[in-house]
């Protein structure tokens, strides 16, 4: 498995401003998505980030709202954007190891909890 | 969407084996059954995954049905440390490159 750390681990935030998370893994993986999950809600899915790529975005997600870097296989950043309150969610940063024509687990860190004032 | 129909929530007796059944009709023959859990603050965990056999690890066994169109976590002595969101995935095996989609999962309560 992975461990997978995400900083900050929660942080409230006024509306219009911006917040870059961190997420950092302790090894090399090929792929890493953002997800959001909002109060009371499952998962869903932001993005897939691959290093040396532009991250692809699912649909009502789009990149000038949620900027994404992946500069190398074991980081990767997530911007939320010009904030208002219906961004308040958990961000999730999730990773799968690399692998050939078999199957992984993906594996996840413990989220980043924002508030918007 | 989410390819998997799972009941909203369950209760289970501390101590007593906790069945969670999952719905996946429609899955592909290339598609493997994972199951995951979230308790409250944490991301989600990987428990177990499997194809068309049953698996068994040290927390939880998968039983897959021989059509495939359903599965049955089980986990043998519930604890209260158990309690949480079980979600049950469908994915297909691509070397780990496609993403898990979630749906809304199971609320397991385990009571002493």
């Known amino acids: 498995s992975a461990v997978i750390s995400q900083k900050p681990s929660r942080d409230i935030c006024q509306r219009g401003t911006s917040l870059t998370i961190q997420c950092q893994v302790d090894?090399?993986?090929?792929?890493m998505f953002w997800y959001r999950q909002q109060p009371g809600q499952s998962l869903t899915l932001i993005a897939t980030a691959n290093q040396g790529s532009e991250a692809t975005y699912e649909s009502g997600f789009v990149i000038d709202k949620f900027p994404i870097s992946r500069p190398n296989l074991t980081f990767s950043t997530l911007t939320v954007s010009n904030m208002s309150p219906e961004d308040s969610s958990i961000y999730l940063c999730?990773?799968?190891?690399?692998?050939?024509?078999?199957?992984?687990?993906?594996?996840f860190g413990d989220g980043t909890r924002l508030s918007i004032l | 969407d989410a390819k998997t129909t799972q009941p909203t929530s369950m209760d289970c007796a501390e101590g007593r084996a906790a069945n969670l059944p999952c719905n996946h009709s429609?899955?592909?023959?290339?598609?493997?059954v994972y199951w995951y859990r979230q308790i409250h603050s944490q991301g989600p965990q990987y428990i177990i995954h499997?194809?068309?056999n049953n698996e068994t690890n040290e927390m939880a066994s998968l039983i897959i049905t021989e059509d495939r169109k359903s599965s049955t976590l089980i986990l043998p002595h519930a604890t209260l440390r158990d309690t949480a969101v079980y979600y049950c995935i469908v994915r297909v095996a691509k070397g780990g490159n496609t993403p898990l989609v979630f749906g809304k999962g199971t609320r397991l309560s385990v009571i002493a």
């Open positions: 429609t899955i592909s023959g290339n598609e493997y």
């Open positions: 090894s090399q993986v090929t792929m």
């Open positions: 999730s990773v799968a190891l690399a692998t050939g024509t078999g199957n992984q687990p993906q594996h």
């Open positions: 499997g194809l068309k």
